[in-house]
């Protein structure tokens, strides 16, 4: 069965930084996307950051310019450099990854992990 695990999360104050790491297993990941949601109370899941599997990365404006986003192919990894932080972004995170028709990109299947507390407060 395929597996995300996130590690990484905590508790940390305004303006630091923290690394959050997903090891995924139970398949081949180079070909699928992979990305960081989050949600926080009352909120809606929203995306943070994706990386697909040629590399190509987007984040949401929220992020952008604070956080970034990389994969290892060969270690099955995927982390999110998250610089900058504020309380605004205290949520659960939740490592993602989806596999996509080569054509379409329509999701085929879409696995997630069991989510990371990250608190941003003083």
């Known amino acids: 069965q395929v597996q995300l695990v996130e590690s990484g999360g905590g508790l940390v104050q305004p303006g630091g930084s923290l690394r959050l790491s997903c090891a995924a297993s139970g398949s081949i990941f180079s070909g699928y996307d992979m990305g960081w949601y989050r949600q926080a109370p009352g909120n809606e899941r929203e995306l943070v950051a994706v990386?697909?599997?040629?590399?190509?990365?987007n984040y949401a404006n929220s992020v952008k310019g604070r956080f970034t986003i990389s994969r290892d192919n060969v270690k099955n990894t995927v982390t999110l450099q998250m610089n900058s932080l504020k309380s605004e972004d205290t949520a659960v995170y939740y490592c993602?990854?989806?596999?996509?028709?080569?054509?379409?990109?329509?999701?085929?299947?879409?696995?997630w992990g069991q989510g990371t507390q990250v608190t941003v407060s003083s």
């Open positions: 993602n990854v989806k596999r996509r028709s080569s054509w379409s990109h329509r999701i085929l299947n879409d696995y």
């Open positions: 990386i697909t599997s040629d590399g190509s990365t």
